[in-house]
């Protein structure tokens, strides 16, 4: 358990600066705003989480709701620290953007530069790939779930997550060409930097930037039960009660910031003021990545970057453990607002929800759903949409069925809402479901919301026989994961077993395609006999991991 300093600063604190906003600003009321955002099953006795405003500088206002330690019976508050999760990144993209400017290192440069034996790929990958999730790296995270190493149960340290991609064969995309989150690319930024300061990454930002900010509550954790002092708690619930929730890795990149809402707003302020490295550094921290087919992908090195409302907003959240974390900063109203709980998902405030009390008569007005005007349809065209969509990179699922009163039904639960002959909308949701027929049996789905699409195609489906199911039993090796997989038939349900992980039932999704724990999908490859070979485990973030078929 990570040990609790108590100090003098640990009083529970309530920060209300009515005056923040200048001349004529009603804020008189705050404080009972706030409150009716926070979740009612937080009280005295429970988790719960710190929020803090901050406006020109000020912490105009800062609450803690519930406990930061339910053995000490210690409240939340302003100065205990607590992780924030990937919030942390901002600060080693911070420092990235400042060896960039000093010309230690170039953030266009490719990884291959600063790493001696980092793998080759067929495509490029530099610096800012890394730092802005577009690199095509693997998630080692996902990747050790897949040999039984749970990512909320046994430690993973640096070099662990350094091999994934060294083992990786080939990139899940090319660099630049999408947007998809990965925090192991924040692990090997942290070894990179090692290389070029020669000077362990935390401590680098140590004496560089939270020094330099007076962020004294501030700590890295550096090790698994490194003592850090003036930490809350994380917990989560339990058949038993509440249970504290212990962190089991220590890989500075991706996470490992423990911070209090006090030294955050100095952070904060660090926006505006540029008081670390200058507008240079700033400007190169702040500049969001241009994906390869000129769209925005409204991050930058470790931060969001877009509009939220018709307002400039800089956000990230995070999490680790059983705490979350909501940084966010309206730059050109000066007003940032920090959530942070130890209770999980369970005890968190909008950040946006807040910044809508200061902001909204300055905010454009919510998008308001489009009135569905539904049109009739044929219950045999109805019927020909039904069956089982598969994305196309093989790691999602979506099925269409038929209730008893002839609607469409979508994941078994929702109605599709025809609007014309391919299109339907959903109740309360902003987006719409696009099927196309290119003939009896092919079928194409597009999920289309905020202006991204996902496309599906239709996958005939299985005769789920013995039969036809035994001849998927066998052993499967992977050279990547350098492991085992044993498929095997048992009381017509086909099963995967793992030495760590146990028995997998498998569900079959289409023809040669079942789905596993987790909402992984596993995908069978054949020659060009139709013999299996193989397959592909696809998990979330995590593409085409193949086990080849021994026997």
């Given amino acids: 358990m990570r040990h609790f300093i108590l100090s003098i600063g640990l009083l529970f604190v309530l920060i209300i600066v009515p005056n923040a906003f200048g001349q004529g600003a009603d804020l008189s009321n705050l404080e009972s705003q706030i409150d009716s955002l926070v979740p009612k099953q937080v009280n005295d ?3 719960g989480l710190v929020i803090g405003v901050v406006k020109n500088g000020e912490l105009i206002f800062g609450k803690g709701y519930g406990k930061a330690n339910l053995t000490y019976d210690i409240p939340n508050d302003m100065n205990l620290v607590y992780n924030i999760g990937s919030v942390s990144k901002q600060f080693l993209g911070y420092a990235f953007a400042m060896l960039h400017s000093e010309g230690k290192l170039n953030i266009d440069d490719p990884v291959n530069k600063y790493l001696n034996d980092w793998p080759e790929f067929e495509h490029k990958v530099t610096l800012r790939h890394l730092l802005t999730h577009t690199s095509g790296y693997r998630e080692a995270y996902t990747m050790s779930n897949l040999v039984g190493r749970y990512v909320g149960q046994d430690r993973l340290t640096r070099e662990e997550c350094l091999n994934v991609v060294r083992r990786q064969p080939q990139l899940e995309f090319v660099p630049g060409s999408r947007f998809t989150y990965n925090s192991t690319a924040w692990v090997i930024l942290a070894e990179l930097m090692e290389k070029v300061t020669e000077t362990p990454a935390d401590i680098w930002v140590e004496n560089n930037i939270l020094k330099p900010l007076d962020m004294n509550d501030t700590q890295i954790e550096s090790y698994v039960g490194e003592v850090i002092t003036n930490a809350a708690e994380s917990y989560s619930n339990s058949d038993q009660g509440y249970k504290n929730e212990e962190s089991n890795r220590a890989i500075f990149g991706a996470a490992e910031v423990y911070t209090s809402v006090n030294d955050l707003v100095k952070w904060i302020n660090n926006y505006k003021t540029s008081q670390i490295g200058g507008e240079a550094v700033r400007s190169v921290f702040l500049d969001p990545f241009i994906l390869n087919d000129g769209s925005d992908s409204e991050y930058a090195l470790g931060i969001g970057v877009s509009e939220y409302r018709g307002l400039k907003r800089y956000r990230h959240t995070g999490g680790h453990e059983a705490f979350s974390s909501q940084l966010s900063y309206y730059p050109d109203e000066d007003l940032g607002i920090i959530v942070i709980s130890n209770f999980g998902g369970r005890a968190s405030v909008s950040t946006s929800a807040i910044a809508s009390l200061f902001l909204g008569d ?33 790691n999602d699922t979506v099925e269409l069925t038929m209730n008893e009163e002839g609607s469409l039904i979508a994941g078994g639960q929702f109605k599709l809402i025809p609007v014309n002959d391919k299109t339907f909308r959903i109740e309360d949701w902003n987006g719409e479901i696009e099927i196309e027929m290119s003939s009896d049996s092919e079928a194409n789905l597009k999920i289309i919301q905020g202006g991204s699409v996902d496309s599906y195609k239709r996958f005939a489906s299985m005769d789920n026989g013995s039969d036809t199911l035994t001849s998927y039993e066998g052993r499967y090796w992977s050279d ?3 492991t085992y997989y044993t498929l095997k038939l048992v009381e017509n349900t086909l099963k995967v077993n793992h030495r760590w992980i146990g028995e997998i039932e498998l569900s079959p999704v289409a023809q040669d395609i079942f789905r596993g724990q987790w909402g992984t999908i596993f995908s069978f490859t054949r020659d060009n006999e139709n013999q299996l070979t193989g397959f592909n485990i696809n998990s979330g973030r995590t593409l085409n991991v193949y086990f080849e078929r021994k026997n």
């Fill in 45 to 47: 006795s429970t988790p």
């Fill in 362 to 394: 300055k905010m454009t007005q919510e998008e308001k759903l489009p009135e569905i005007k539904p049109v009739n349809m044929a219950a045999d065209k109805l019927k020909s949409f039904t069956g089982m969509y598969v994305t196309d990179t093989m």
């Fill in 480 to 482: 990547e994961l350098e």
